[in-house]
């Protein structure tokens, strides 16, 4: 299953919502579909499984929405922490990611 | 506390064997439902998945690299074991080894390993 992130980069100030998208070809089964967050060396880190289920210790302003072919990750209200790469996972018999999304501080 | 540490050579030689150890604490494997996986991510690129190995020992393995891993796990030691045969520069990545939650995604990583592969 390929993944498509977009966009590729984007550019906002703290405050700000954020809206992620990740398209599947084919169909991501069962909403097989995770969202992660990676800063610089480090390793990702899991946000949202089930494509809409917050991972346990993950804050409210993360959500996340979608099905079949077509996933969103939501961040309510930008923090400096969340300026980072973030990752679409399926997780399905052989998992792949998309190729990420910049978060970058405006 | 859930743990998991990656151990390895920082530095391997075209055609060489990568030999890799991902040490698990908090948890063992043998536990039912329990399942590790291995990554790699190439310098400044997207995350790949590469093989897992389940607690009742049934291995799932990346279609494109199958030919050259092989993942083991050594229950006494809690460890899960990675070889990835014919080296060339292109594997040139961090590798990471994390848990695959109950509830789906991967929810424990480790720091990664960097790897190097050059004459």
């Known amino acids: 299953i390929v993944l498509t992130q977009s966009p590729g980069a984007l550019s906002l100030s703290p405050g700000e919502r954020a809206t992620l998208s990740c398209r599947a070809s084919p169909t991501v ?3 097989y579909l995770a ?8 390793p990702p880190r899991l946000l949202i499984y089930g494509a809409s289920s917050r991972a346990t210790g993950i ?21 400096p922490e969340d300026f980072a790469v973030y990752y679409c996972q399926q997780y399905g018999t052989s998992p792949t990611f998309g190729q990420g999304t910049r978060l970058e501080i405006k | 506390q859930v743990t998991l540490k990656e151990s390895g050579p920082a530095l391997v030689k075209p055609t060489q064997t990568l030999t890799l150890t991902c040490t698990l604490s908090g948890f063992s494997l043998t536990t039912d439902g329990m399942r590790v996986s291995w990554f790699r991510q190439p310098p400044g690129k997207a995350l790949e998945w590469l093989a897992r190995i389940d607690w009742d020992d049934d291995k799932t393995y990346s279609t494109s690299l199958r030919t ?17 045969t014919n080296m060339d520069p292109v594997d040139t990545a961090t590798y990471y080894c994390a848990r695959m939650s109950w509830y789906g995604g991967n929810d424990y990583w480790g720091q990664g390993t960097p790897v190097t592969v050059s004459s």
């Not at chain 1, 099905?67 to 939501?74: A, E, P, V, Y």
Request: charged content about 25%; hydrophobic content about 25%; glycine content about 8%.
């Open chain 1, 59 to 79: 804050p409210d302003r993360f959500s996340g929405s979608g099905s079949g072919t077509d996933f969103t990750l939501t961040i309510s209200r930008l923090e």
């Open chain 1, 29 to 31: 089964s069962s909403s």
């Open chain 2, 68 to 84: 050259r891993l092989t993942i083991s796990k050594d229950a006494s030691k809690n460890q899960v074991v990675l070889r990835m």
């Open chain 1, 35 to 42: 969202w992660y967050r990676q800063k610089p060396g480090q």
